[in-house]
Nanobody, 125 residues
Framework: QAQFVESGGGLVQPGGSLRLSCVAS????????IGWFRQVPGKLREGVACIKKSDGSTDVLPSAKGRFIISSDNAKKTVYLQMNNLKPEDTARYYC??????????????????WGQGTQVTVSE
């Protein structure tokens, strides 16, 4: 069963940067698309970015283009989300998963397995 461990979140001022990490296990990492999602209380998870291992292509939420970069290290089974020029509206809990849904909202049931615990990103003065 797929498992995900997210880390790298924290409190940062507007304009700051963070790099999130997602360590994955339990599935064929080299051939599986991985997505980053974020969730604020009371709302569904929103797809933020996606990387497809088949061709290395990436996709990022329009509001995050030019600021967020998704990348992957297959040897470490880790996907990163570099977030630059952070804005207060980026405040959310961030999760990764073996699905992609950039720009879409997904319910908890979207995963066959369980979501990870996520990592909190807070952008504030």
């Amino acid at each position: 069963q797929a498992q995900f461990v997210e880390s790298g979140g924290g409190l940062v001022q507007p304009g700051g940067s963070l790099r999130l990490s997602c360590v994955a296990s339990g599935f064929s990492f080299d051939h599986t698309a991985i997505g980053w999602f974020r969730q604020v209380p009371g709302k569904l998870r929103e797809g933020v970015a996606c990387i497809k291992k088949s061709d290395g292509s990436t996709d990022v939420l329009p509001s995050a283009k030019g600021r967020f970069i998704i990348s992957s290290d297959n040897a470490k089974k880790t996907v990163y989300l570099q977030m630059n020029n952070l804005k207060p509206e980026d405040t959310a809990r961030y999760y990764c998963a073996d699905i992609c849904a950039t720009g879409m909202e997904v319910p908890d049931s979207a995963l066959y397995g369980a979501w990870g615990q996520g990592t909190q990103v807070t952008v504030s003065e």
